[in-house]
């Protein structure tokens, strides 16, 4: 495995593998891994040629407040996961040559990223659409995959992808979950011991709407009411629990189609998402992204 630092240097760095029939799989990341990840690294391994891997801390998707000074970063430990995991080349730039003195272009994405986490994290999804955006430029690879857990942000690149006719296709990859059913991320290490009992409710509240909707309930404030009540502690403080459209991320009245339920909460100081799609037997109307 190769590790590049330098801007300039990615771009000799992929050329020298064959031309011929190569095809680039690329897995963009902040680093921190953990077994969601590796899974993704492995997939990217198995269907191409050369697998890119970069580690980027982008601050144009955090907030004055959020944790973007205290994110985890282990460049050591990261690199032998990506080594082991089949990374070819491992791409860490810095801040300044992503963001150079000056810099004033973005990219955004309307509608779906004013929903659910786009309310409480103003800007974050134009962070990430316009980091996406660069490095999808960089590296030009054929596909690029991410994780489920964080759906919203998958939908939204792969319209920036559509809208934008950029040559790649987006892959999107199944939640990896602790034994406990908690949703590995990276942020999962600041949990004190009694908080990630707290935050085992998140996955058990979205197994109790898959429960009552698969026993035919199709009133969303009931539903809502159910996930409520299972996350009703102290400790836990919830940002927004929608049931949506997969396709769109609209609110649903009432269930009509295969939904997605994605729900965010806080515990303690440290912010958890995850979601899951439920079928009802009937096939939605847009193009499915899992």
């Given amino acids: 495995m190769k590790l590049v630092r330098s801007l300039g240097r990615i771009t000799p760095a992929l050329k020298q593998f064959p031309e011929k029939e190569k095809r680039i799989g690329f897995v963009p990341t902040m680093g921190a891994f953990h077994e969601g990840h590796i899974s993704l690294i492995r997939k990217a391994k198995k269907e191409n040629d050369v697998v890119v891997v970069s580690i980027f801390v982008n601050p144009t998707q955090f907030a004055p407040n959020e944790d973007y ?25 810095d801040t300044g040559s992503m ?4 810099y004033n272009t973005y990219v955004e994405v309307k509608k779906a990223a004013a929903l659910m986490c786009g309310r409480s994290r103003p800007g974050h999804f134009r962070g ?53 059913g908690i949703a590995l991320s990276s942020r999962n290490r600041y949990l ?17 709407a898959r429960k009552i909707i698969r026993a035919g309930e199709r009133d969303v404030s ?69």
């Fill in 69 to 93: 000074e205290k994110y985890p970063r282990d460049i050591r430990r990261d690199r032998e996961k990506a080594k082991n995991a089949g990374c070819d080349i491992l791409f860490c730039p």
């Fill in 99 to 102: 963001y150079p003195k000056g």
């Fill in 128 to 180: 990430v659409t316009t980091i996406c955006a660069k490095l999808f430029n960089i590296i030009t690879p054929d596909t690029v995959y991410f994780g489920r857990k964080d759906y919203q942000q998958a939908l939204i690149v792969k319209n920036m992808v559509n809208d934008l006719n950029m040559d790649l296709k987006i892959k999107i990859l199944p939640i990896v979950r602790e034994k406990s």
């Fill in 192 to 208: 004190l011991p009694a908080q990630r009992e707290d935050a085992k409710l998140l996955y058990q509240a979205l197994k109790k």
């Fill in 222 to 290: 009931r539903i809502r009411s159910a996930i409520r009540k299972v996350l009703n502690k102290p400790g836990i403080n919830i940002d927004y629990i929608s049931i949506a459209s997969p396709d769109t991320l609209k609110r649903k009245r009432k269930i009509d189609e295969n939904v997605l339920i994605a729900l965010a909460a806080k515990i303690g100081k440290v912010r958890l998402i995850d979601n899951m799609l439920v079928g009802v037997g009937i096939k939605n109307k847009g193009a499915k992204i899992c």
